[in-house]
Nanobody, 124 residues
Framework: QVQLVESGGGLVQAGGSLRLSCAAS????????MGWFRQAPGKEREFTAA????????YYTDSVKGRFTISRDNAKNTVYLQMNSLKPEDTAVYYC?????????????????WGHGTQVTVSS
């Protein structure tokens, strides 16, 4: 099991930027694929972005392509989500997830470890 702690959420105006961080407590961070998910009020949790173990491959849901960038620093046991050109519809709680299987961090119910989430609110 991996302990994950997200940070970096907050309130931002539409068009602004935020960078989320997720720190992992695990011996070998590079053994885990990482994902970001989000859940808006009244909606189900949805996949947002994922990154492979070394960072060589990244995946995004269509609605964030070109605006969000996922990256990782295996030396710091941290994964990031840079969010630019934010829209009110990006408002949600953002969760970090980890799993040894890349496929598992591409689906909302697949990952074995989850953080507690960080709130992102985008005002219009």
């Amino acid at each position: 099991q991996v302990q994950l702690v997200e940070s970096g959420g907050g309130l931002v105006q539409a068009g602004g930027s935020l960078r989320l961080s997720c720190a992992a407590s695990v011996r070998t961070f590079s053994n885990y694929a990482m994902g970001w998910f989000r859940q808006a009020p009244g909606k189900e949790r949805e996949f947002t972005a994922a990154i492979s173990w070394s960072g060589g491959n990244t995946y995004y849901t269509d609605s964030v392509k070109g605006r969000f960038t996922i990256s990782r620093d295996n030396a710091k046991n941290t994964v990031y989500l840079q969010m630019n050109s934010l829209k009110p519809e990006d408002t949600a709680v953002y969760y970090c997830a980890a799993d040894r299987s890349l496929q598992s961090v591409l689906t909302p119910r697949g990952a074995s470890s989850w953080g507690h989430g960080t709130q992102v609110t985008v005002s219009s």
